[in-house]
């Protein structure tokens, strides 16, 4: 279970969030610069917010007056925007990058089961510059869950994809979620993208949550 | 002239690399500290740093010889406690090519730091990657071109220095004529013909450096437009 509860003054308005995350997808929707992106950078460690607190399965993250749990400590993956692929390194030196022992077995079967179910094992020798965008965003899927971390988080994973190649993303997300079972957050501006893929919706506006969304039950509502 | 006397080159060449070992460390420290920091007074010290850059090199030489002369701040303490003159050394040479080379060596440094995609270092530490780690496998090898760029143009610096080194290493034939200083002399005692040799050796030297990096550089951007498509 992940817990927010941030405060952070940004340069024109105020962050002030509060999530529980369960082992379920979650999607941020909203304009840009509406602060998604600062939540899942305090989340990640690489910013840091005014007050509040943030934990992941009752691990402290971020307390107020104490020192910050650094990135490297937290068991967050992060799919960034546009991936930030190693471009001097091949695929398979980019997977395998967050292994602390190059010959730890069990690292090693779910790096093969990674790339068995993303279908990247004919690319394992290819640079970023010579795979095509989908192909990027499955190899950053397998990068992000290499470390075995708690928390995925994806800053608009998809919105460098073609419609076709969005699609298939899409359902690859559901898929390994299904797979993986531990909460997904996931940043998004667009709207039908969000009830694809979310179990919840948190529509965010000017760094306030405008509203909570469950697509399931505003479906069921419909009936 | 006797041509087998290449001293000049060598010690030439024995300073100028020198000093791009020390400036290389030092200046890629320096800038990577600083473009991570955000503190008072990081203008006032990247001022400093860049100084060289604009002050005429007697200047330096000048500044050089109160800290490292015999009665300098560091070379009175030198001498006492170590029994070391530094001044009209082939060291002299190398700290006078260090300070007027180390501008070249972090503005290349600070450059190739701050244009990095910092979003690659995040993306090692959400990973695990130690700060070390970071720098090891991401940050120093996505600098590489600008840092390369440096290197070659602090050494460059190096093999031409002249004023400083003359005010602080003097020219002592077999011991700290480099070749600038030994154009310069030779000039002086009407020795053409070895003027011209000296000469002719340093602008090959400093075409091939130059058409080198031309042609790095324009690889580079090649490299990068495939990385961003």
Redesign the interface.
């Given at each position: 279970m992940l817990e927010v509860h941030i405060q952070k003054q940004l340069a024109h308005f105020r962050l002030d969030v509060s999530l529980k995350v369960k082992d379920e997808i979650v999607v941020l929707v909203g304009p840009s610069g509406s602060g998604k992106t600062t939540i899942l950078n305090t989340i990640?460690?690489?910013e840091h917010p005014d007050a509040g607190s943030i934990t992941l399965n009752g691990q402290p993250y971020f307390q107020e007056n104490r020192r910050p749990l650094?990135?490297?400590?937290?068991n967050?993956?992060?799919l960034?925007q546009?991936y930030?692929l190693?471009?001097?390194m091949t695929v398979d030196k980019n997977i395998r990058?967050?292994l602390?022992n190059k010959n730890d077995q069990d690292a090693l079967f779910l790096i093969k089961k990674l790339v068995h179910v993303l279908g990247i094992g004919h690319l394992t020798h290819k640079y970023?510059?010579q795979i095509s965008g989908g192909e990027k965003q499955r190899v950053a899927l397998a990068?992000?869950l290499a470390?075995e971390p708690a928390l995925l988080l994806l800053d608009e994973p998809l919105s460098a994809l073609d419609q076709d190649t969005r699609r298939e993303c899409q359902d690859e997300l559901l898929r390994l979620h299904d797979i993986w079972k531990i909460p997904f957050m996931i940043v998004t501006h667009d709207l039908a993208e969000a009830k694809k893929l979310g179990d919840t919706l948190v529509h965010i506006k000017k760094g306030s949550i405008q509203k909570v969304v469950d697509p399931s039950a505003q479906k069921l509502n419909c009936f | 002239m006797n041509m087998t006397d290449y001293t000049p080159l060598l010690l030439s060449l024995k300073v100028a690399g020198i000093s791009t070992i020390i400036v290389f460390i030092t200046g890629v420290y320096a800038a990577y500290f600083l473009s991570r920091k955000k503190f008072w007074g990081k203008m006032v010290i990247e001022s400093l740093f860049l100084l060289p850059l604009v002050l005429p090199p007697t200047v330096v030489g000048f500044g050089l010889l109160i800290l490292f002369g015999k009665k300098g701040w560091i070379g009175s303490w030198l001498l006492e406690w170590f029994n070391i003159q530094i001044i009209f050394t082939w060291f002299a040479a190398v700290i006078a090519s260090v300070v007027v080379s180390f501008p070249l060596m972090y503005q290349s440094a600070s450059a190739a730091f701050n244009n990095l995609d910092h979003r690659m270092e995040n993306a090692a530490r959400t990973m695990g990657a130690s700060e070390w780690k970071v720098f090891r496998t991401i940050t120093f090898p996505l600098a590489w071109p600008g840092l390369l760029a440096g290197l070659v143009l602090s050494f460059t610096r190096g093999l031409g220095e002249f004023g400083a080194t003359l005010m602080l290493a003097g020219y002592i034939p077999g011991k700290t004529d480099t070749i600038p200083l030994a154009i310069y002399f030779a000039v002086e005692a009407g020795q053409m013909e070895k003027a011209t040799f000296w000469v002719i050796i340093i602008v090959a030297l400093g075409f091939s450096t130059i058409m080198w990096l031309n042609w790095w550089g324009r690889r580079n951007v090649e490299r990068y437009k495939n990385h961003s498509s």
């Open positions: 990640a460690g690489i650094p990135p490297q400590k937290r967050v993956g992060y960034f546009d930030a190693f471009p001097h990058f967050g602390k970023p510059h990068r992000a470390t | -």
